[in-house]
């Protein structure tokens, strides 16, 4: 069996900026990138965005795929090896490390850089994949998207009725002219004072016991078809623009019972300001541990410190 010094699961920034910090270090990384899937495809949430506004060094803004190929570029251009697959098991009991590819290989690591990230959850509705895949004006992330100029003074929908749902709201305020919030019940989740802020705004409107049946538009979204929950009848509503803020879901199910999770399942990292886990060697970078900043600086950041403590790991034990 292959004993590797290093592996990195994962594509995104957090997994690339790993694999370039640990190449540049000699430590002949190996990345697993992912098979990709319907919802997760190698290179990660970027892949589904369209434009990069608020990375610093990008003046005039980056594609998301463009970006993430570049990331990659970086990253080959020091060795890396790459494997277009998953990792499916893992067993972190002992040193080395054993791992099972979706491919069936089977390897021995040192260290290993968990970066996996997050996915966003979405509606299951017809129209949103396609209008989210293409640009057309369906988002699950506001902070990445809703600055770009096609959502100025728009009628926008943000779906949701959590913190992450008021704060997209809140934030579209800036740049739509209104703000429809559509939630599922009549009352909110999010905490008091994110709650009292979004009820506070005037640019805001709630729709209770709602929930999107449709995705309207062609190339660019038109509208929602609606539901309400309690009468049953239907309506269309038009919109230029739909967030939807229903939560994340990390990609830590290959990791039940190896490893310390938190009660979200995001991997818990018991010492502030370090990426190493519970268990000695293994580190992790990105939205697979950040339930908080989720942005593709901060996870790049954190698999620069990732592959810097496994390389310390390595020369100190
Ligand atoms: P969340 O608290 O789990 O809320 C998800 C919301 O989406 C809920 O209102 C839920 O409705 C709704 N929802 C879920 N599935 C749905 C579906 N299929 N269709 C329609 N609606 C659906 O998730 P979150 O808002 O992302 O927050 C996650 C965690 O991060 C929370 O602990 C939150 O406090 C924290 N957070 C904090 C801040 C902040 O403090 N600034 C900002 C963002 C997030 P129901 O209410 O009916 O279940």
């Known amino acids: 069996m292959n004993k590797e010094t290093i592996v990195v699961i994962g594509s ?3 997994g690339w900026t790993a694999a370039i ?3 540049r270090a000699n430590l002949n990384p190996l990345v697993f990138e992912g098979a990709g899937s ?3 495809i190698p290179g990660g949430q970027l892949m589904f965005t369209t434009d990069v506004e608020n990375y610093p060094g990008f003046p005039d803004g980056i594609g998301g795929i463009e970006m993430m ?3 990659r570029n970086q990253a080959l251009r020091f060795d890396t090896r790459v494997v277009t697959e998953d990792i499916e098991e893992v067993d972190f009991s002992s040193r080395p490390f054993r791992l099972r590819s979706s491919g069936g290989q ?3 690591a040192e260290t290993v850089v968990l970066a996996t990230g997050a996915n966003a959850r979405w509606l299951g509705v017809p129209g949103e994949e396609r209008l989210a895949q293409s640009g057309g004006g369906v988002s699950a992330c506001a902070v990445c998207d809703g600055a770009l100029p096609h959502f100025r003074g728009q009628v926008v929908a943000v779906v949701g009725g959590g913190d992450s749902a ?4 809140l934030y579209m305020t800036k740049f739509a002219s209104e703000v429809l919030l559509v939630h599922r019940r009549d009352e909110l989740r999010a905490s008091q004072i994110m709650q009292e802020r979004a009820l506070a705004s005037e640019k805001m409107t709630f729709l209770w016991n709602s929930v999107v049946e449709e995705v309207l538009g062609d190339d660019v979204i038109t509208g929602l078809r609606l539901r309400d929950t309690v009468t049953g009848e239907r309506r269309e509503v038009e919109v230029g623009g739909m967030f939807v803020a229903i939560g994340h879901d990390p990609n830590t199910g290959f ?4 490893i310390d999770l938190k009660d979200n399942g995001y991997v818990r990292l018991p010492t502030p300001w370090r990426t190493e886990t519970n268990v000695p060697g293994v580190f992790a970078a990105g939205d697979v541990m950040d339930d908080y900043y989720r942005q593709a600086v901060s996870a790049a950041g954190t698999g620069c410190m990732a592959a810097l403590e496994a390389e310390r790991f390595l020369a100190h034990g």
């Open 12 to 14: 995104g920034p957090a």
């Open 21 to 23: 910090y640990a190449a």
């Open 38 to 40: 319907r919802t997760m």
């Open 106 to 108: 089977e390897l021995l």
């Open 255 to 258: 990791l039940r019972g190896q």
């Open 166 to 169: 008021m704060e997209e709201a």
């Open 69 to 71: 190929t570049d990331f």
